[in-house]
């Protein structure tokens, strides 16, 4: 099966009380989906298709990750204050930052250079009327500082 793949296919549960468990959890909706949902989620969340390789008399799948850097204080904290679209001076009051470059190369730069936040207008980067807004992964390192795991 390849990442472009688009048709059902023959599906046969290799343990079929795994499966059967998966489906009554609500995890399966019909036999021959699941790659397929899974193939697309890799894409939407822009990973490498996964593996899928006969090993060991079963079934092996290998899943990759994105490899997240090290998210800085700074960046943390203006990824709590953005919220929708605010420009450069509402952020730096947000933060109560009254220096523009220590704004811009700590905090700004570093969180759009992450991939977390994102210019509303890209192709005018010193327009008057820029603003910024949270990217998926800004958001989502926004709600994992809000609910951290475990709790």
Not at 53 to 72: D, I, N, S
Request: glycine letters at 8%; charged letters at 25%; proline letters at 8%.
């Amino acid at each position: 099966m390849t990442a472009s793949c688009s048709a059902l296919h023959i599906s046969r549960p290799r343990n079929p009380l795994i499966a059967d468990a998966l489906f009554r959890a609500g995890y399966l909706d019909l036999w021959g989906y699941g790659t397929l949902k899974i193939f697309k989620a890799c894409q939407e969340a822009g990973l490498p298709a996964p593996e899928f390789k006969e090993a060991f008399g079963g079934m092996m799948v290998v899943l990759y990750q994105k490899v997240t850097p090290q998210v800085t204080p700074q960046v943390k904290q203006l990824l709590q204050v953005l919220e929708g679209e605010l420009s450069r001076s509402d952020l730096q009051e947000r933060l109560s930052l009254a220096d523009k470059k220590n704004f811009s190369e700590n905090y700004l730069k570093p969180a759009i250079e992450g991939g977390y936040v994102e210019m509303t207008t890209p192709n005018k980067p010193r327009s008057s009327k820029q603003s910024y807004r949270l990217t998926p992964t800004g958001d989502h390192i926004k709600k994992q500082q809000d609910n951290p795991p475990g709790i």
